[in-house]
């Protein structure tokens, strides 16, 4: 029930970047009318996985309440992947198809408040990976010992790569059953818990009971073992599972210690785990790792840091697996809250770039943590701004990542409260629960809630490439100092050190001067994210 109301943005936002994408993208990244008058209330795919022949079929269920009467919906499934057929109370249904998009004409009355269900049918040979996670689909693979090693990855390009969906962001399914018929032998990882296994069909039955957004829903196939702990947290007991390849059982026994860590450290900051009743998992698979609701996907070579690298180069990031730590941070910033447009993919990626500076502050102090995220800001490239185009599937820059975090490190300055910022940050998870936002509901909260008002901040970090420059000119008692590179009516407060006493500044574009003692040293303060450049 995470369907609300249009962004009446998205009209406008299309048309002035429309030279730049086509009708495709439109069908896929916005809110069309023959999406609009359906919410979203469960799924359930039911397919076989036949990794010798790289081929799956089966049916998605797609139960829906009518929000408005409309007779012809829009389902998205990509090539070569082919619908079969669509029914709906056992009759069948013509389908008219443009690229991804497949309207599907109904002939039963829709009336307004009624569930409905259509049962698609498909099958194919699915895109395989590419470049998995990031250029997705089926990653077809083998273990050490020749077994298939089989997983999915979708995000950006869409679910609609494997399974036909509403291939959208802003409406997630309340619930979802997700049974996966694989080769003797072998298991079926999914999202949520296993409620039985047909032992028959060899056909795993999963099902997830909390509102899942289509890029999380996956399944990975292995000769996998489990093993797994309790963790005592914030709503009680948590289920903590690992899914592992059996030879790979001891290192992973050692490396997954990372994980109650992570869960210590997130429910202080962030609060409890978002999806206790659907437990939390980590799945080895074929590929880096991805944010697959409660059921994380790991692929990170038992290393430290990112496959070995410390992406802060100062140390901190060698003291985490990054992807244990990182992908596990989604689970707040990504699935719990959700972004509606792929525009505002920093809500997922700058939250949880930063949430592995709360981990180690949690775990080895706050210079610890300002050291590592400080050390982030060599990664961002300022190419373009970090909010994206509506409408059309885009994101914007990756310094979504970095420049998200140092933006949300430099707000925890200006607040100056760490535990106001906590429970900030607490307050997000709690009154976001389970739904779908744009970038505007996180940056009003944020200031409503600090009693402080940042939308010049975010405009700044978020929506132009521009980082501000501190100009100053320092003589015997005097300063002089202004912020250029920056937005009309930027102002945002600053500390900074004469020698070693703090001070607050709250510079703007105009030249302001303040006496002080003497010609001493003078620098910003490190923790906010700011360049500065001397004049004299
Ligand atoms: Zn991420």
């Given at each position: 029930?995470?369907?609300t109301?249009l962004?009446l943005?998205?009209?406008f936002?299309?048309?002035?970047?429309?030279?730049k994408f086509t009708?495709?993208?439109t069908?896929r990244g916005?809110?069309?009318?023959?999406?609009?008058?359906?919410?979203?209330?469960?799924?359930h795919?039911?397919?076989?996985v036949k990794?010798?022949e790289?081929?799956i079929s089966?049916s998605?269920?797609i139960?829906?309440?009518?929000?408005?009467k409309?007779?012809?919906?829009q389902?998205d499934?990509?090539p070569?992947l082919k619908?079969?057929?669509?029914?709906?109370?056992?009759k069948?249904?013509e389908?008219?198809?443009?690229?991804?998009?497949?309207?599907?004409?109904l002939k039963k009355?829709?009336r307004k408040?009624?569930?409905?269900e259509?049962?698609?049918?498909?099958?194919?040979?699915?895109k395989?990976?590419v470049?998995?996670?990031w250029?997705?689909?089926?990653?077809?693979?083998?273990?050490?010992?020749g077994?298939?090693?089989?997983?999915?990855?979708?995000?950006?390009?869409?679910?609609?790569?494997?399974?036909p969906?509403k291939?959208?962001?802003y409406?997630?399914?309340?619930s979802?059953?997700?049974?996966v018929?694989?080769?003797?032998?072998l298991?079926?990882?999914?999202n949520?818990?296993?409620?039985?296994?047909?032992e028959?069909?060899?056909?795993y039955h999963?099902?997830?009971?909390?509102p899942i957004?289509?890029y999380?829903?996956?399944?990975?196939?292995?000769?996998?073992?489990y093993f797994g702990?309790?963790f005592?947290?914030?709503?009680?007991?948590l289920d903590?599972?690992?899914?592992?390849?059996?030879?790979?059982?001891e290192k992973a026994?050692e490396q997954?210690?990372?994980?109650?860590?992570?869960?210590?450290?997130?429910?202080?900051w962030?609060g409890?785990y978002p999806f206790?009743?659907?437990?939390?998992k980590?799945?080895?698979?074929?590929?880096?790792?991805?944010?697959?609701q409660?059921?994380?996907?790991y692929g990170n070579?038992w290393?430290?840091g990112?496959l070995?690298?410390?992406l802060?180069s100062?140390g901190w990031g060698?003291?985490f697996?990054?992807?244990?730590?990182?992908?596990a941070?989604?689970?707040?910033?990504?699935n719990?809250i959700?972004?509606?447009?792929a525009a505002?993919?920093w809500?997922?990626e700058?939250f949880t770039?930063?949430?592995?500076?709360i981990?180690l502050?949690?775990?080895?102090?706050?210079?610890?943590?300002e050291?590592?995220v400080?050390?982030?800001r060599?990664?961002?490239?300022?190419?373009?701004p970090?909010?994206?185009p509506?409408?059309?599937?885009?994101?914007?820059s990756?310094?979504?990542y970095?420049?998200?975090?140092?933006?949300l490190?430099?707000?925890?300055?200006?607040?100056?409260?760490?535990?106001?910022w906590?429970?900030?940050?607490?307050?997000?998870?709690?009154?976001f629960?389970h739904?779908?936002?744009t970038?505007?509901?996180i940056?009003?909260y944020?200031?409503e809630?600090a009693g402080?008002?940042?939308s010049?901040v975010?405009?700044?970090?978020?929506?132009?490439?521009?980082?501000p420059v501190?100009e100053y000119e320092?003589?015997?008692?005097?300063l002089?100092?202004?912020?250029?590179n920056v937005i009309d009516?930027?102002?945002?407060?600053?500390?900074?050190f004469?020698g070693?006493?703090?001070?607050a500044?709250?510079?703007?574009?105009?030249w302001?001067t303040n006496?002080?003692?003497?010609?001493p040293?003078f620098?910003?303060?490190?923790?906010?994210?700011?360049?500065?450049?001397?004049?004299n």
């Amino acid at each position: 029930m995470k369907n609300t109301l249009l962004i009446l943005l998205l009209t406008f936002t299309t048309t002035i970047f429309s030279q730049k994408f086509t009708e495709q993208d439109t069908l896929r990244g916005s809110i069309t009318p023959e999406r609009a008058w359906w919410d979203l209330n469960y799924y359930h795919l039911d397919i076989e996985v036949k990794p010798d022949e790289k081929y799956i079929s089966g049916s998605n269920t797609i139960r829906y309440k009518v929000l408005e009467k409309q007779d012809v919906l829009q389902v998205d499934l990509q090539p070569p992947l082919k619908i079969k057929k669509v029914t709906q109370d056992g009759k069948e249904l013509e389908v008219k198809s443009n690229g991804n998009a497949h309207f599907i004409h109904l002939k039963k009355e829709q009336r307004k408040g009624d569930f409905n269900e259509v049962i698609v049918h498909y099958s194919g040979k699915p895109k395989e990976a590419v470049r998995a996670p990031w250029d997705g689909g089926f990653s077809w693979k083998k273990d050490s010992n020749g077994k298939h090693f089989v997983a999915t990855s979708c995000q950006g390009l869409g679910a609609s790569v494997w399974w036909p969906n509403k291939d959208h962001m802003y409406d997630e399914v309340d619930s979802m059953a997700i049974s996966v018929k694989v080769p003797k032998g072998l298991m079926n990882v999914s999202n949520g818990r296993l409620r039985k296994v047909d032992e028959a069909t060899n056909t795993y039955h999963w099902f997830v009971k909390n509102p899942i957004n289509n890029y999380g829903v996956n399944v990975n196939i292995g000769d996998y073992v489990y093993f797994g702990e309790k963790f005592e947290g914030e709503k009680g007991t948590l289920d903590m599972d690992y899914y592992v390849l059996r030879d790979d059982l001891e290192k992973a026994k050692e490396q997954f210690k990372d994980a109650p860590k992570m869960m210590k450290a997130f429910e202080h900051w962030f609060g409890p785990y978002p999806f206790y009743e659907d437990s939390f998992k980590l799945v080895q698979v074929p590929y880096l790792g991805m944010e697959h609701q409660s059921s994380v996907t790991y692929g990170n070579q038992w290393q430290q840091g990112y496959l070995g690298r410390d992406l802060s180069s100062t140390g901190w990031g060698l003291k985490f697996d990054f992807i244990i730590i990182h992908e596990a941070g989604h689970e707040w910033f990504a699935n719990n809250i959700t972004y509606k447009d792929a525009a505002d993919m920093w809500v997922h990626e700058g939250f949880t770039s930063y949430s592995e500076n709360i981990f180690l502050d949690y775990h080895y102090g706050k210079e610890a943590a300002e050291d590592y995220v400080i050390g982030l800001r060599q990664n961002i490239v300022n190419d373009k701004p970090v909010i994206g185009p509506y409408g059309v599937n885009q994101e914007g820059s990756k310094d979504m990542y970095y420049k998200g975090s140092n933006l949300l490190h430099t707000i925890r300055q200006l607040i100056n409260d760490d535990e106001k910022w906590r429970q900030i940050l607490r307050g997000l998870n709690k009154d976001f629960y389970h739904q779908t936002v744009t970038t505007q509901e996180i940056e009003n909260y944020i200031s409503e809630k600090a009693g402080m008002d940042f939308s010049k901040v975010f405009d700044q970090y978020l929506r132009t490439a521009d980082i501000p420059v501190l100009e100053y000119e320092l003589s015997e008692n005097v300063l002089k100092y202004r912020y250029t590179n920056v937005i009309d009516g930027f102002d945002m407060p600053l500390q900074v050190f004469l020698g070693d006493q703090a001070h607050a500044l709250i510079p703007s574009t105009e030249w302001n001067t303040n006496k002080i003692e003497g010609l001493p040293e003078f620098k910003v303060d490190r923790n906010y994210y700011v360049n500065s450049k001397k004049l004299n």
